[in-house]
C-alpha cells in the first residue's frame, strides 16, 4: 500500500555523466509524470505517460532528457550528458486515472558538480 | 505567459489561530485547481482539490475557495497546528489535453509556533 517510491533518493553526478533516475508508481495507477523542482521554486512539467504511452514530453528542457514506462509500470528518467543546470530535484508523481489527483513521490535529489 | 502566483511568500501564526493561504491565477482555461503541502526533502502531498464548477469545497480542517471572477484561490486552514508548517503550493491545470500538466506557484512558507 506503499505510496510512490524513487530511488535512488540522492545521486550526485560529476558534469557530462549519464544518470538514470527511477519511479515506482503506486500499483495500478494508469498515469505517470515526471516533475523537476529547483530550489526554492514550485514543481516544473516534464512528461506525461498514460500506462506504457508517453502522451506529453513538452516539458523536457532538451534532447538530453528522456523518459520511458515500457510496461506501463516502472518508469525511468535518463539525462544523459549531465549539466550542471540539471542540478535539481526530480519527482514523479502518478494518478488512478484520468481526473484524479497526482500523488508525488519524495523525488530524487540530483546534483551535477 | 499565463502562471499561478502567490501573494504572500511566508505566513507566522500562533497554534489553534486560523491560517488563509492566498493565490492568484491568470490562465482562464484552467479547470481544475489543488493544494500541496510540501515538508522539507519530501515530495509535495495533496490536500485538497476543486473544479471551477464549484467555488467551495470543505476537507478536514481544510477549505478551499475558488472566485472565478477575480481568478483567486484560497486555503483556509482551522486550528492550525506546528505539523502544519511546511510549504504551500497550489496549483492549476486547464485540462484536456493538458490533463497532468499542473502549473505550480512558488509556494508560501507557513510557520505554526506552538
Known amino acids: 500500500g506503499a505510496g510512490v517510491s524513487q530511488s535512488p533518493r540522492y545521486k550526485v553526478a560529476k558534469r557530462g555523466q549519464d544518470v538514470a533516475l527511477r519511479c515506482d508508481p503506486i500499483s495500478g495507477h494508469v498515469s505517470l509524470f515526471w516533475y523537476q523542482q529547483a530550489l526554492g521554486q514550485g514543481p516544473e512539467f516534464l512528461t506525461y505517460f498514460q500506462n506504457e504511452a508517453q502522451l506529453d514530453k513538452s516539458g523536457l528542457p532538451s534532447d538530453r532528457f528522456f523518459a520511458e514506462r515500457p510496461e506501463g509500470s516502472v518508469s525511468t528518467l535518463k539525462i544523459q550528458r549531465t549539466q550542471q543546470e540539471d542540478s535539481a530535484v526530480y519527482l514523479c508523481?502518478?494518478?488512478?486515472?484520468?481526473?484524479?489527483?497526482?500523488?508525488f513521490g519524495n523525488g530524487t535529489r540530483l546534483t551535477v558538480t | 505567459g499565463e502562471s499561478v502566483g502567490l501573494h504572500l511568500p511566508t505566513l507566522s501564526v500562533q497554534e489553534g489561530d486560523n491560517s488563509i493561504i492566498n493565490c492568484a491565477y491568470s490562465?482562464?482555461?484552467?479547470?481544475?485547481f489543488i493544494w500541496y503541502k510540501q515538508e522539507s526533502g519530501k515530495g509535495p502531498q495533496f490536500i485538497i482539490d476543486i473544479r471551477s464548477n464549484m467555488d467551495k469545497r470543505q476537507g478536514q480542517r481544510v477549505t478551499v475557495l475558488l472566485n472565478k471572477t477575480v481568478k483567486h484561490l484560497s486555503l483556509q486552514i482551522a486550528a492550525t497546528q506546528p505539523g502544519d508548517s511546511a510549504v504551500y503550493f497550489c496549483?492549476?491545470?486547464?485540462?484536456?489535453?493538458?490533463?497532468?500538466?499542473?502549473?505550480f506557484g512558488q509556494g508560501t512558507i507557513l510557520t505554526v509556533h506552538p
Open positions: 490562465n482562464s482555461a484552467s479547470d481544475y
Open positions: 496549483a492549476e491545470n486547464a485540462g484536456g489535453t493538458s490533463y497532468g500538466k499542473l502549473t
Open positions: 508523481a502518478s494518478s488512478r486515472q484520468r481526473g484524479s489527483p497526482l500523488h
